[in-house]
């Protein structure tokens, strides 16, 4: 935990219980927030993919990772056990083909009193793991890499990272 950050919020004063945590007095306010996961594929399962045009038995990969998704973010209340169910007002997954590996951006937005961060891990999440999943036939070789916040807007603090290899920022 970073010193300028107070305690931690789902748990209670003692720190051994957890709990939701009431966000009724705060303002609402738009609030976004982007994730990205990265998926290597091995060179066994990225060229014949690249032959295909993605397309696998299963269906169009890239297709059906990026509706999959959306439909994991629509659900992060319900697979988070303290997450505020919201009302999202957009997300925006994109997944793009990055050397060996598949680029999945979420960034997801809504009006309210607290942010769509797990939203966004969520559907990155998701995303990836569908792409394993109709592609894990070529290979149990392929990697999630990595999952995390790229930035956020419209709550205590706004953050944003760099994105890696020449990406532009969150």
Avoid: N
């Avoid at 789902?10 to 927030?33: F, I, L, Q, S």
């Avoid at 060179?43 to 045009?53: H, W």
């Avoid at 309210?112 to 797990?118: A, D």
């Amino acid at each position: 935990m970073q010193k300028d950050q107070g305690p931690l919020t789902h748990v209670d004063e003692k720190g051994a219980e957890p709990r939701m945590v009431d966000v009724g007095a705060k303002d609402v306010t738009r609030r976004e927030a982007e994730a990205q996961a990265r998926v290597w594929l091995p060179p066994e399962v990225v060229e014949p993919l690249r032959e295909a045009g993605f397309m696998t038995k299963k269906g169009a990969v890239l297709t059906v990772a990026q509706i999959a998704g959306v439909m994991g973010m629509k659900m992060t209340s319900q697979l988070i056990p303290l997450c505020h169910p919201l009302a999202v007002t957009g997300c925006r997954l994109e997944l793009t083909l990055a050397g060996d590996e598949v680029v999945i951006s979420c960034r997801v937005s809504c009006e309210g009193k607290t942010g769509v961060e797990m939203e966004a891990l969520t559907g990155a999440t998701v995303a990836a793991l569908t792409v394993y999943d109709m592609c894990k036939a070529l290979s149990h070789d392929i990697v999630i890499r990595e999952v995390r916040l790229m930035g956020k807007s419209g709550g205590k603090r706004d953050f944003s990272r760099e994105k890696a290899a020449g990406g532009k920022s969150a």
